[in-house]
């Protein structure tokens, strides 16, 4: 079975593919790359920016929303092409359990539905007029967003679908966009791409989808030269290199490892409730084998409810052993079976010092949960369905933890009553962590919300300010004027 990747304008040349093979599922898929030429990356590039400008930049907001909700409409269709193409191919690229892919794409896909997009715009903006027009600002004078001419993209990790957060993110700016598929999950920009463009024809030359090998300095000095926002995602060490290849004048946006944790209140851990609670937290370790930034490593539960931390451990093991038999564990790879290996003959042995430790799951089984005791520093697991759990007396006792962890710090999930959600939202704000959901909703961020802090759309352009001053100017120079 073969594949093409990526989305192209229509350049006139022909290309060359490099073939990646897949094996998964009892079968396997080659997909094909694009690999272009310096010569026809100045083509899309040109072709691109002078897009952007005609015609991306002559629409309104409100027609870029429709379009997008159009071909997402499409998406959530369990009968289009597309969408059948996905549940079919993605797990044999990603290893993961075709009800993962199905109920995952759903969850995801629903955030960029239209009034979820205005949510987005909204947020940024205010007034989402303001990408169309100069908009009247309460400091008196106008003001404009104009976003970029060309934003190039650079995707990684094998999460079905993740670049349509920055790819709808660019085009609601009205910029053109180039984008680099990851290797790990290379299909899913390039048909969200040919979609638009089968929904709206003009839109044909604003974008393309692409793949260069990492690391290819030379090709992406010239990219990043060209380009007026570059946006990239990756590792540290990864995101340190581009950016030693963007120039000074180009902004740069990267978007880099994090760690995420959950906290579990004893209000939410009686007789009724203690379930649903443990249910919801084997919910967040198990979507996507905690491959996103907004899994959960630890769990830190609160001493004094009716199911104690050691409880909910061997509970949470419990809802993953069920989970397992219904949404099964990705095959791993050599290197990420070494590694989770490794990380549980660690917490094993230290059981020795630490004779409060429990660790549960079969040694080759598809979870590991360890439970610490009040051993609380928050460090990362072996991913893949390995958690720990930690007891803590006071929820703010997580502090001292998760300090160390500052500049990484992402997402909470939490259950909590009213009064505990607002007291420990504070003491988390102060410590760095940028985003508190509902435990059980860690991989399913709200529309609009703020990426590690930031802003999705308003990071992406420059304001442009008619000020009160200019405006009375102009005033004496109108025809009307005595």
């Not at 740069?252 to 249910?279: C, E, N, Q, W, Y």
């Not at 198990?286 to 630890?298: A, F, K, L, M, N």
Request: glycine share 6%; charged share 25%; with cysteine.
């Amino acid at each position: 079975m073969k594949e093409k990747a990526g989305y192209l304008p229509n350049i006139g040349e022909e290309l060359a593919y490099k073939t990646v093979t897949f094996a998964g599922k009892q079968e396997n898929l080659e997909v094909e790359l694009p690999l272009l030429t310096q010569e026809q990356t100045n083509l899309v590039l040109e072709n691109v920016r002078k897009a952007s400008s005609d015609v991306l930049k002559s629409m309104t907001i409100s027609e870029i929303v429709q379009v997008i909700d159009a071909v997402i409409e499409q998406l959530l269709d369990r009968t289009n092409y597309y969408r059948q193409k996905a549940e079919r191919l993605l797990p044999i690229i990603t290893g993961y359990d075709e009800e993962v892919i199905r109920t995952g794409l759903t969850t995801f896909l629903k955030i960029f539905r239209k009034h979820h997009l205005q949510r987005f715009l909204v947020e940024d903006f205010g007034n989402p007029l303001i990408l169309d027009d100069f908009q009247p600002r309460t400091k008196r004078g106008f003001s404009k967003a104009v976003g970029p001419d060309v934003t190039v993209q650079i995707w990684s990790g094998n999460v079905p679908a993740l670049p349509l957060w920055s790819l709808i993110s660019s085009l609601m700016v009205k910029s053109g966009s180039i984008g680099k598929v990851p290797s790990a999950e290379p299909l899913f920009a390039g048909w969200f791409a040919q979609m638009l463009v089968d929904v709206e024809p003009k839109l044909a030359d604003c974008l393309a989808v692409v793949w260069w090998k990492g690391g290819d300095e030379e090709r992406e000095r010239h990219l990043f030269k060209q380009a007026d926002v570059v946006l990239a995602y990756g590792g540290n060490e990864s995101l340190e290199s581009i950016k030693s290849r963007v120039p000074i004048t180009t902004r740069f946006l990267p978007f880099g490892h994090k760690i995420s944790f959950g906290i579990v209140s004893s209000m939410s851990l009686d007789s009724r409730k203690a379930i649903k609670t443990v249910h919801q937290a084997a919910n967040d370790v198990i979507r996507y084998d905690q491959q996103g930034c907004y899994s959960p490593h630890v769990f830190y539960v609160q001493k004094g409810g009716n199911v104690s931390p050691r409880e909910f451990a061997q509970l949470l093991a419990h809802e993953l052993e069920a989970f397992e038999k219904r949404y099964p564990r990705r095959s791993l790879s050599m290197e990420e079976g070494a590694s989770l290996a490794e990380w549980r003959q660690k917490e094993e042995l230290s059981m020795l010092t630490n004779h409060n430790k429990e660790v549960l799951g079969e040694t080759n089984g598809a979870w590991t949960v360890v439970f610490s005791g009040n051993e609380g520093e928050l460090a990362p697991t072996s991913l893949n369905r390995t958690i720990k759990v930690m007891e803590i007396n006071d929820l703010e006792d997580v502090v001292p933890f998760i300090e160390p962890y500052r500049s990484y710090l992402q997402t909470v999930g939490i259950a909590a009553a009213p009064s505990e959600l607002f007291a420990i939202a504070n003491v988390l704000a102060n410590a760095g962590v940028t985003r508190i959901t509902a435990l059980g909703s860690m991989n399913s961020p709200e529309a609009g919300w703020h990426h590690d802090g930031r802003f999705n759309l308003s990071d992406l352009v420059h304001m442009v300010d008619i000020e009160h001053s200019a405006e009375d100017y102009a005033e004496s120079f109108a025809s009307y004027t005595d």
